[in-house]
């Protein structure tokens, strides 16, 4: 398996096609693969399905945490977005939660874990400091 991943061996599956390409990087095990890790600036947005209430988006502060109405401020700095989606859950599930029904009485729910959904809404702003090299280091072409 080492050699497809060879400069070579890619090569020569990207001249095999696209569907001998598309198997050999499904074989790449995951942990190759690194998880983003979320960090002050990033923003997450956790809702519960079915309750557009329970929406909201929650930036990261520079402390490393959310903080939702329900559960409180939660540490998620360093976390993977599933691990972050896990601690959430924890913290979250099994919460009450008060719904006002078109007639005007309050109904209470209970939030399942299956409900909870966490994604990256806002990822942090990344600078690169460098110098560009400028149009006189591009090689010209002969006329």
């Known amino acids: 398996m080492k050699h497809l991943f060879s400069p070579r061996g890619v090569a020569a ?5 696209p569907i001998r390409l598309a198997v050999a990087l499904a074989l790449i095990p995951t942990s190759a693969i690194a998880e983003y890790k979320l960090q002050s600036g990033d923003t997450l947005e956790i809702s519960v399905a079915g309750v557009p209430d329970l929406r909201q988006r929650s930036p ?3 402390d490393g ?3 939702l109405p329900l559960a409180g401020q939660i540490q998620v700095r360093g ?7 896990a601690k959430i859950t924890q913290n979250l599930s099994n ?3 008060q719904q006002t029904t078109n007639d ?5 729910h209970m939030i399942l874990p299956d409900t909870i959904v966490v994604m990256v809404a806002e990822y942090r702003p990344i600078y690169v400091n460098g110098m ?3 149009p006189a280091s591009i090689p010209s072409s002969p006329a």
């Open 132 to 134: 560009w090299p400028g």
């Open 13 to 17: 599956l990207i001249a095999s096609g």
């Open 79 to 85: 976390l993977s977005v599933s691990e972050a989606r």
């Open 95 to 97: 919460k009450l939660y």
């Open 65 to 67: 945490d959310i903080d």
């Open 60 to 62: 990261i502060g520079v």
């Open 104 to 108: 005007g009485h309050e109904v209470q």
